[in-house]
């Protein structure tokens, strides 16, 4: 088994492609199969090791953040950072019920010292009582009810703790299908003292992404028993699902190497971009952040194109990414920011792992927007050059226009520029503006500026102008504030408290990283909270 770059041919965009085959820095293929899986299976061990060592000592640490000793963790991951720091992410239970929103991220040093610890309601969490006076049928029926699905895969009793007082809830999880095609799987709360319905929460995160979109490009491939296949040596894979809507496709294999033609004519094309997007996508997390993938275990992820018939969106289902082939068929969902934005759910959703609903969702899109977009400044394609644009490939709205403006988000006629309290009832793609504002302002500034050749006009919500600090730092300042500081019910307020503290813990106090970070939050009227660049 080999490895070889690969070259795309995208007809009617390849006039300014000049990417060389087999240079590009792209993805350093090693000459053979088991030498290339060894670094992935060692950092799967390695993933699972310390995951392991902190769920061995998840009591003591329990204890040494003061919980009850009815209340047990359970490690959900472990990030080390640069400065060989662990954040543990644990879920919680009470009495054996897995309490929803009590999910906590404590720093420990490698010894297990406790150094600092976020939790997302509160460190207490308490119910009176813990069995149910409403039934699970009668749950089940109330969930029905309320998401028109039938086909339920669990029903669970929890704590629901994710806003007001605590209290036993059923959970009841449903799979069914949204208007537009989107698979839908939907995790709805019952009170299981009252039959109130609490709450119904979609699981599936969509981005509406499309390319015949980056000219030519260099893609790892493997050459495997006489065929190449579209796959690189992470697993980042992509397969032709041919219209169906579920199963795992059929993997893109070919004879030569040279695929698609840059159009819908050829049905290779659309893999052609998912897999750039999925390499790209990975080298951008392990180059710039220092993340060995979505998982952070050194695996890549499936994509699958050619999805349903006319499907206008792309989606992350918590596996593996899923791309229509957009109206008629005719502009597939595949360009690179969507395919970063659409990955980037998956490691949110394994990080910080923010509810795709109120303030929280919106700042799981903007996240999402924020690093398709670095990776699309990552991937430096000169025929899609780095913009603050999301989609501005794709043509979704039909009329050239992107879906989505980060310099000055209301530009799209839905999203705001600023922060308000009432932000969180808003679709999470329009709650994302203020966030994603804020991104633009913390790299670039305010005002007018042009960066690739493309024109922005960044205004601020408190008309303070605001200096930029580069887009690398803000980046990095965003990922260290999701993986770090962030839980599954954080909005705005809290985003702002960990982008704080994570600019001083990178850059340190009165940094001018963190003063971009400071006061891009002010220039998006997120109100000031216990921490600043000088204290
Ligand atoms: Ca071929
Ligand atoms: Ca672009
Ligand atoms: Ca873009
Ligand atoms: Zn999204």
Redesign the pocket.
Known sequence: MSFRPAVAVAGALTACAALAMGSAGAIAAPAAGPAGAAPAAAAVAAADGLRGQEQARAAATGRALGLGSSESLTVRSVLVDEFGQRHVRYERSLDGLRVVGGDLVAALTSAGAVTDVHYNRAKDIAVARRSADVSAGAARATAAAATGQRGQSATELVVYAVEGTPRLAWEVRTDGIQADQTPSRRATYVDASTGELIESIEQIVTGTGNSQYSGTVTLATISSGGVFQLKDAHGNYATDLNGATSGTGTLFTDADDVWGNGSTSNRQTAGVDAEYGAEQTYAFYATVLGRAGIWNNGTGARSRVHYGNGYNNAFWDGTQMTYGDGTGNAKPLT???VAGHEMSHGVTSNTANLAYRKESGGLNEATSDIF??AV?FFAANSV?V????????IDLRGNGT?LRYMDQPSKDGSSPNCYSSTVGRLDVHYSSGPLNHWFFLASEGSGARTVNGVAYNSPTCNGVAVTGAGRDAATKIWYRTLTTKLTSSSGYAAAREGAIRSAKELYGQNSAQCLATESAFSAISVPKGTQTCAN
């Open positions: 360009s690179i920011d398709g977009t699309e899609d780095g913009d603050y644009f999301i989609g501005e490939k992107p």
